[in-house]
């Protein structure tokens, strides 16, 4: 009988805790997979974390003092809070777990886009944050203790307000200045940005040599300054996802949750057969 690849074997145990109703121990963490606008599937979270994402996406309104989440204003339901659909079944997972999302693994980045007045959602968001101080990342001005969960702010993100506070339980987004800014990573541990207001290849043919330098360059900067880098609205993900990975690219959005699993395991075993 031929031994499995551990490719193949790694497939197997992803499918297990569906097939077997395994604990997650079974699923392998992929640190570099973003959930993008996570709450719009059919199970949010829960999605993610089945398939071993360590980066996941919500947009929130503050609404009658809840922290409701959706895209647009229009869409908000009372019952789709973030404390129901986020922070508690992850609270849940870390205290199940050993004090992580995933057993033993990596801690998981909650990114919470704004999408309201900044200093009024944030403030209620800094209470509510309070309540699961035990599994968040803490934050001073000059420094970083990690915990299981880390919570950026991106969207409408109170920087000013947030960069005076001497202790936090989220940090910030950054942005393409960011990238030669002084701002410690305290403060902003992941610089975001459009991808189509950096660069102009669209996923077709090869990426020209100028941009690629571009794109090696600012993923450098980020790291750096002790930063990670991500990229939304990425051209043809299936081709640009292989591109971004090769060049150091932090986190990697995906619509697509289980093509961008199968693409960084492969890449996982990739390095593994290497070595």
Same mark, same amino acid.
């Given at each position: 009988?031929?031994?499995?690849?551990?490719?193949?074997?790694?497939?197997?145990?992803?499918?297990?805790?569906?097939?077997?109703?395994?604990?997650?121990?079974?699923?392998?963490?992929?640190?570099?997979?973003?959930?993008?606008?996570?709450?719009?599937?059919?199970?949010?979270?829960?999605?993610?974390?089945?398939?071993?994402?360590?980066?996941?996406?919500?947009?929130?309104?503050?609404?009658?003092?809840?922290?409701?989440?959706?895209?647009?204003?229009?869409?908000?339901?009372?019952?789709?809070?973030?404390?129901?659909?986020?922070?508690?079944?992850?609270?849940?997972? *870390?205290? /199940?777990?050993? @004090?992580?999302?995933?057993?033993?693994?990596?801690?998981? =980045? %909650? $990114?919470? #886009?704004?999408?309201?007045?900044?200093?009024?959602?944030?403030?209620?968001?800094?209470?509510?944050?309070?309540?699961?101080?035990?599994?968040?990342?803490?934050?001073?001005?000059?420094?970083?203790?990690?915990?299981?969960?880390?919570?950026?702010?991106?969207?409408?993100?109170?920087?000013?307000?947030?960069?005076?506070?001497?202790?936090?339980?989220?940090?910030?987004?950054?942005?393409?200045?960011?990238?030669?800014?002084?701002?410690?990573?305290?403060?902003?541990?992941?610089?975001?940005?459009?991808?189509?207001? *950096?660069? /102009?290849?669209? @996923?077709?043919?090869?990426?020209?040599?100028?941009?690629? =330098? %571009? $794109?090696? #360059?600012?993923?450098?900067?980020?790291?750096?300054?002790?930063?990670?880098?991500?990229?939304?609205?990425?051209?043809?993900?299936?081709?640009?996802?292989?591109?971004?990975?090769?060049?150091?690219?932090?986190?990697?959005?995906?619509?697509?949750?289980?093509?961008?699993?199968?693409?960084?395991?492969?890449?996982?075993?990739?390095?593994?057969?290497?070595?």
């Amino acid at each position: 009988m031929k031994t499995l690849s551990r490719l193949s074997l790694l497939s197997l145990l992803v499918l297990l805790p569906a097939l077997a109703g395994a604990e997650p121990a079974t699923i392998v963490p992929l640190e570099r997979a973003h959930s993008h606008n996570d709450y719009t599937r059919t199970r949010p979270l829960l999605d993610a974390l089945d398939v071993g994402f360590c980066s996941i996406e919500a947009d929130i309104y503050l609404v009658d003092g809840e922290l409701l989440v959706a895209h647009d204003r229009k869409a908000v339901r009372p019952e789709r809070t973030l404390r129901a659909m986020y922070l508690d079944p992850l609270q849940e997972r *870390v205290k /199940k777990n050993g @004090g992580r999302v995933y057993p033993g693994g990596p801690g998981v =980045t %909650l $990114l919470i #886009d704004i999408k309201d007045d900044a200093p009024t959602t944030y403030a209620r968001l800094r209470e509510v944050l309070q309540e699961y101080a035990d599994m968040l990342t803490s934050f001073t001005p000059d420094s970083t203790k990690p915990g299981a969960v880390t919570v950026i702010i991106s969207g409408n993100s109170p920087r000013d307000i947030m960069a005076a506070e001497p202790a936090r339980l989220a940090a910030a987004d950054g942005r393409q200045a960011d990238l030669d800014g002084s701002a410690p990573p305290s403060l902003i541990p992941l610089v975001s940005m459009d991808w189509g207001s *950096v660069f /102009k290849w669209k @996923g077709k043919g090869e990426m020209p040599a100028d941009e690629a =330098t %571009l $794109l090696h #360059d600012m993923v450098a900067k980020a790291h750096e300054k002790g930063r990670r880098i991500r990229f939304w609205a990425l051209p043809t993900p299936a081709v640009s996802w292989p591109l971004l990975y090769d060049a150091g690219v932090d986190l990697l959005n995906a619509d697509n949750l289980p093509a961008l699993q199968k693409l960084l395991l492969e890449r996982m075993n990739r390095k593994t057969a290497a070595k």
